[in-house]
């Protein structure tokens, strides 16, 4: 029996496309550069110039305590108490980081939710749009994203730096030539014969571009190889967006860049589970941001003593300490 094992730590799920992987409803034109029967593994010209530096951008968050809500007597709704954070690291020969923010919130579909200040901070209220699970994390995320887009915004107005988004463009898609790097595959965009071209990437080549076009906004994307060890077809691979409404010239030419750029920042197996489609630029922010959003046992016990005094609303709030302006 021969088989394959996927470096990426299974605890983060699947890197791979799963067995049967979710068809996209969006029309997809694979001729952006060259006709589908004429698809093959592309390396970029020896002339493309690498960029003078590259800011990643990401943000992290954390569930810090689940609550119940009182809205009526007897009646109460579910809640999460989270802290998240958004920023940046400049990579021009070295590492910096050069902004990041921190906000906390209260996550909740009950309309008793109100703001809560504690030791650490206070939390800001946030409408979730159901009290479903997934409708508080969801809201936390966008929460999150809100914060990533200001970040890039700013970063986007320092410089021409080539802006590398960590996920998928979604809301971020204005910002001129930015890049979204994609770690895990849960949607087939590609038919079969083109999904094979991806399987035979070799370390650094990537497919031609595909044109997605999906509300709110269309996109380019294509798949990239970057180097690690033996996986699988799919192991290793990301998939890159970047504005669909780019002219094909500019987006070959903005493909290439990211496509020779992104394989010197690939991690390794020994210094990141989730190698080597986390890059090291993000991995190392995540890490400097965990530590922004301070220590979960001391953020607890800050919300254990608010929930026993009761405590109402009010103080400045790590958020706007941080300078994001209250929802």
């Known amino acids: 029996m021969r088989f394959s094992v996927d470096p990426w730590d299974p605890a983060y799920g699947a890197s791979l496309v799963e067995s049967e992987p979710a068809p996209t409803g969006a029309p997809v034109a694979a001729d952006v550069e060259v006709p589908p029967d004429a698809w093959a593994p592309r ?72 703001d809560v200040e504690t030791r650490a901070g206070r939390f800001r209220a946030h409408p979730a749009k159901d009290p479903s699970p997934e409708a508080l994390v969801y809201a936390l995320h966008d929460r999150m994203a809100a914060c990533e887009v200001r970040i890039a915004e700013e970063a986007r107005r320092r410089g021409d730096e080539l802006l590398v988004l960590d996920g998928p463009l979604r809301t971020r898609g204005h910002l001129p030539d930015a890049v979204g790097v994609v770690k895990t595959h849960h949607v087939r965009y590609l038919p079969a014969e083109l999904d094979r071209v991806v399987g035979a990437l070799g370390a650094g080549e990537r497919t031609p571009l595909f044109r997605v076009d999906a509300p709110p906004f269309s996109r380019c994307s294509w798949y990239l190889r970057l180097p690690g060890p033996d996986g699988g077809p799919w192991a290793g691979v990301v998939r890159c967006e970047i504005d669909g409404a780019l002219a094909p010239a500019r987006a070959s030419a903005l493909a290439d860049r990211v496509s020779l750029a992104l ?33 979960a046992a001391l953020v607890y016990r800050a919300l254990r003593a608010a929930s026993r005094a009761g405590a109402p609303g009010g103080g400045g709030g790590v958020e706007a300490a941080a300078g994001i302006e209250p929802a």
């Open 43 to 114: 390396r970029p010209p020896p002339a493309t110039p690498l960029p003078p530096a590259i800011v990643f951008v990401d943000g992290v968050r954390r569930v810090d305590a689940r609550t119940w809500i009182e809205d009526a007597p007897g009646s109460a709704q579910p809640g999460i108490f989270a802290s998240y954070a958004a920023g940046a690291v400049r990579c021009d020969g070295t590492a910096t980081v050069t902004a990041a923010v921190v906000g906390r919130g209260l996550f909740s579909a009950s309309p008793a939710a109100a």
């Open 263 to 295: 394989p010197r920042f690939a991690s390794e197996g020994h210094k990141d589970s989730r190698a080597p489609q986390n890059l090291y630029p993000i991995g190392g922010l995540e890490r400097d941001l965990r530590h922004r959003l301070g220590d």
